[in-house]
């Protein structure tokens, strides 16, 4: 329908108070708002109705004017029911931004002419479409609690026959639709491909949706928008739409109702995220507490409030593991700690799980670009029997099974100008032990930035170990150390073809035993001894020495 159409039926009680020469647009839609910004909410094409509630000072009706404007919807409506009439910092406004205006009378409501412009759109689409769009536009006036995507996406299911799920940017399944005859599951590595095609193809400035042929079904993948500025704060988190279908073959009023379904989701998914502000309160204040060396005692009492939202019924403390990461762009123009924080909250959920509600047990804070995850082990009982008060930690996270998964679309979402580095801690019982579970989880997630590749992890388990050390070494201290200890070897190897550095080799990884070293390259005992005196004399070291063996152990693990 055209906007025209609205001054021609006067029970509307419709005034037109500017924009005459852009009454032909078409009306798509309508929706209801009293928020300051409710960009996230339009698609293009709404009458938008407002109250104007928004309105506290008139340099207001420019910035509001302005994002109706960018988002292309096709006419504003204020009610005279707030301050008597409209103001004319508002009609300035409309007219510079050429934003057709009207005045709604106070006898009129909002909901009459809601009806009024569904009826007629939805008039103007084709058979199923109708009813479809009449219950999107139901559903959406009722508020965030419509529901949840799950209803969002049955209708899709039983108007359509469209199978369609709502996944996290890892591919977890968050919601799904049910047809008769099949299950709402998608596989994981399905949705791990689907989730790395949008990403990818977000990052490249394609306009969804993005289709994927993948297994002679093809999937078109809607993203389901955040509100960042810059698509590096939002890409990584944001939730999206995979619809079993090729959208290349739709009608446009059809990819209309899918780009409405996505607003839908979107207000859910703002809702979600709202709710985990408790969980994120409480796990800043800890790291706070832990980080400025507050006493043990007050960690505790802080922990003791925590734990009842993290693990509802859960009778005793629980041990907990701390979870360190870094998002880091390339420029360092995007702050990496929110995107960390976001990916955190679904990494650390067992990519197997269904729904939204399993991140609900995971306090994640940010401070930089580094976020802070705390995540709770509930307590069992050893052996069975808690009545000695000995309790042990439930199977805890590894820094590789964690990455297993989610890898291959996070490394997609990073392009080549970004890298998220992961360290895991073990798990401690008491809050003496936050304070080294966070240096340790910091220092694993050090030692998985030494190494190539856009999303690594390193776990506790490796900070015992040399290689802890071997990473951090500068690249011209490496080589002067090895060029010292291996380069003589090297030229008398090349000069003679002695074979000195694999006799090297064989020797330390034998533990200094001439019978094994000699047995497992095939020589005489006393040929060893030459090639190892040879060795000796080549460098000034003594490899009976435990001081030379490990010198030339690191060597040789640096070169």
């Given at each position: 329908m055209r906007l025209r159409a609205l001054l021609d039926t006067g029970t509307l009680g419709l005034r037109l108070l500017g924009g005459e020469e852009e009454l032909d647009r078409?009306?798509?839609?309508?929706?209801?708002?009293?928020?300051?910004?409710?960009?996230?909410?339009?698609?293009?094409?709404?009458?938008v109705l407002t109250g104007l509630a928004w309105r506290r000072e008139p340099a207001d009706s420019e910035r509001f004017v302005r994002i109706l404007a960018a988002a292309g919807v096709a006419g504003l409506a204020a009610g005279e029911a707030e301050l008597g009439s409209v103001p004319d910092d508002l009609v300035a406004a409309c007219a510079r931004h050429r934003l057709p205006l009207f005045s709604v009378v106070e006898a009129v409501s909002f909901a009459s002419i809601t009806e009024y412009v569904v009826r007629q759109v939805s008039g103007e689409r084709a058979g199923d479409l109708a009813a479809v769009v009449d219950r999107h536009r139901r559903l959406m006036t009722s508020g965030p609690a419509g529901g949840g995507p799950e209803v969002v996406l049955d209708l899709l299911g039983s108007d359509l026959d469209l199978r369609a799920w709502v996944l996290s940017p890892t591919g977890r399944q968050i919601a799904g639709s049910t047809l008769a005859g099949s299950g709402p599951e998608l596989p994981a590595e399905v949705g791990a491909r689907l989730a790395g095609e949008h990403l990818a193809a977000s990052r490249t400035g394609r306009r969804g949706p993005y289709r994927l042929p993948l297994g002679g079904t093809t999937y078109s993948l809607f993203p389901i928008r955040g509100t960042g500025r810059d698509l590096r704060e939002t890409v990584l988190s944001d939730w999206l739409l995979a619809v079993e279908a090729d959208a290349g073959d739709w009608a446009e009023e059809r990819l209309d109702l899918l780009h409405g379904v996505t607003q839908l989701i979107a207000v859910e998914r703002d809702r979600r995220d709202a709710a985990r502000t408790v969980r994120r309160r409480l796990a800043q204040e800890v790291l706070e507490l832990v980080q400025t060396g507050a006493a043990p005692a007050e960690i505790a009492a802080r922990l003791r409030v925590a734990a009842p939202v993290l693990l509802p019924g859960l009778g005793t403390a629980p041990h907990w593991q701390v979870v360190v990461a870094r998002v880091e762009w390339e420029g360092g123009d995007v702050p990496g700690g929110p995107v960390a924080q976001a990916l955190l909250e679904e990494v650390l959920v067992d990519p197997g799980t269904f729904g939204p509600d399993p991140s609900d047990r995971i306090a994640v804070a940010h401070t930089g670009d580094e976020a802070v995850a705390l995540v709770p082990l509930p307590a069992v009982p050893e052996d069975g029997d808690a009545?000695?008060?000995?309790?042990?930690?439930?199977?805890?996270?590894?820094?590789?099974?964690?990455?297993?998964?989610?890898?291959?679309?996070?490394?997609?979402?990073?392009?080549?100008?970004?890298?998220?580095?992961?360290?895991?801690?073990?798990?401690?019982?008491?809050?003496?032990?936050?304070?080294?579970?966070?240096?340790?989880?910091?220092?694993?997630?050090?030692?998985?930035?030494?190494?190539?590749?856009?999303?690594?992890?390193?776990?506790?388990?490796?900070?015992?170990?040399?290689?802890?050390?071997?990473?951090?070494?500068?690249?011209?201290?490496?080589?002067?150390?090895?060029?010292?200890?291996?380069d003589p070897l090297r030229d008398y190897d090349r000069r003679h073809r002695a074979e000195l550095i694999p006799t090297l080799e064989a020797f330390l990884d034998?533990?200094?035993?001439?019978?094994?070293?000699?047995?497992?390259?095939?020589?005489?005992?006393?040929?060893?001894?030459?090639?190892?005196?040879?060795?000796?004399?080549?460098?000034?070291?003594?490899?009976?020495?435990?001081?030379?063996?490990?010198?030339?152990?690191?060597?040789?693990?640096?070169?």
């Amino acid at each position: 329908m055209r906007l025209r159409a609205l001054l021609d039926t006067g029970t509307l009680g419709l005034r037109l108070l500017g924009g005459e020469e852009e009454l032909d647009r078409t009306v798509r839609g309508v929706m209801t708002t009293d928020l300051r910004d409710p960009s996230r909410y339009l698609s293009g094409g709404e009458l938008v109705l407002t109250g104007l509630a928004w309105r506290r000072e008139p340099a207001d009706s420019e910035r509001f004017v302005r994002i109706l404007a960018a988002a292309g919807v096709a006419g504003l409506a204020a009610g005279e029911a707030e301050l008597g009439s409209v103001p004319d910092d508002l009609v300035a406004a409309c007219a510079r931004h050429r934003l057709p205006l009207f005045s709604v009378v106070e006898a009129v409501s909002f909901a009459s002419i809601t009806e009024y412009v569904v009826r007629q759109v939805s008039g103007e689409r084709a058979g199923d479409l109708a009813a479809v769009v009449d219950r999107h536009r139901r559903l959406m006036t009722s508020g965030p609690a419509g529901g949840g995507p799950e209803v969002v996406l049955d209708l899709l299911g039983s108007d359509l026959d469209l199978r369609a799920w709502v996944l996290s940017p890892t591919g977890r399944q968050i919601a799904g639709s049910t047809l008769a005859g099949s299950g709402p599951e998608l596989p994981a590595e399905v949705g791990a491909r689907l989730a790395g095609e949008h990403l990818a193809a977000s990052r490249t400035g394609r306009r969804g949706p993005y289709r994927l042929p993948l297994g002679g079904t093809t999937y078109s993948l809607f993203p389901i928008r955040g509100t960042g500025r810059d698509l590096r704060e939002t890409v990584l988190s944001d939730w999206l739409l995979a619809v079993e279908a090729d959208a290349g073959d739709w009608a446009e009023e059809r990819l209309d109702l899918l780009h409405g379904v996505t607003q839908l989701i979107a207000v859910e998914r703002d809702r979600r995220d709202a709710a985990r502000t408790v969980r994120r309160r409480l796990a800043q204040e800890v790291l706070e507490l832990v980080q400025t060396g507050a006493a043990p005692a007050e960690i505790a009492a802080r922990l003791r409030v925590a734990a009842p939202v993290l693990l509802p019924g859960l009778g005793t403390a629980p041990h907990w593991q701390v979870v360190v990461a870094r998002v880091e762009w390339e420029g360092g123009d995007v702050p990496g700690g929110p995107v960390a924080q976001a990916l955190l909250e679904e990494v650390l959920v067992d990519p197997g799980t269904f729904g939204p509600d399993p991140s609900d047990r995971i306090a994640v804070a940010h401070t930089g670009d580094e976020a802070v995850a705390l995540v709770p082990l509930p307590a069992v009982p050893e052996d069975g029997d808690a009545r000695d008060g000995r309790d042990a930690p439930a199977a805890g996270l590894q820094a590789g099974p964690l990455l297993s998964v989610v890898q291959e679309p996070l490394t997609r979402g990073l392009a080549d100008d970004g890298r998220l580095t992961i360290g895991v801690s073990a798990s401690v019982h008491s809050a003496e032990g936050l304070r080294g579970a966070l240096e340790e989880a910091r220092h694993a997630r050090r030692v998985a930035a030494a190494r190539p590749g856009q999303v690594c992890a390193a776990g506790h388990e490796e900070l015992a170990s040399h290689v802890l050390l071997l990473p951090f070494v500068p690249d011209d201290v490496r080589r002067a150390f090895t060029a010292r200890l291996l380069d003589p070897l090297r030229d008398y190897d090349r000069r003679h073809r002695a074979e000195l550095i694999p006799t090297l080799e064989a020797f330390l990884d034998c533990d200094g035993s001439w019978t094994r070293c000699a047995t497992r390259l095939h020589l005489h005992v006393n040929t060893l001894r030459y090639r190892v005196g040879r060795i000796e004399q080549l460098t000034g070291r003594d490899l009976a020495r435990l001081e030379d063996k490990l010198d030339f152990f690191l060597a040789l693990r640096m070169s």
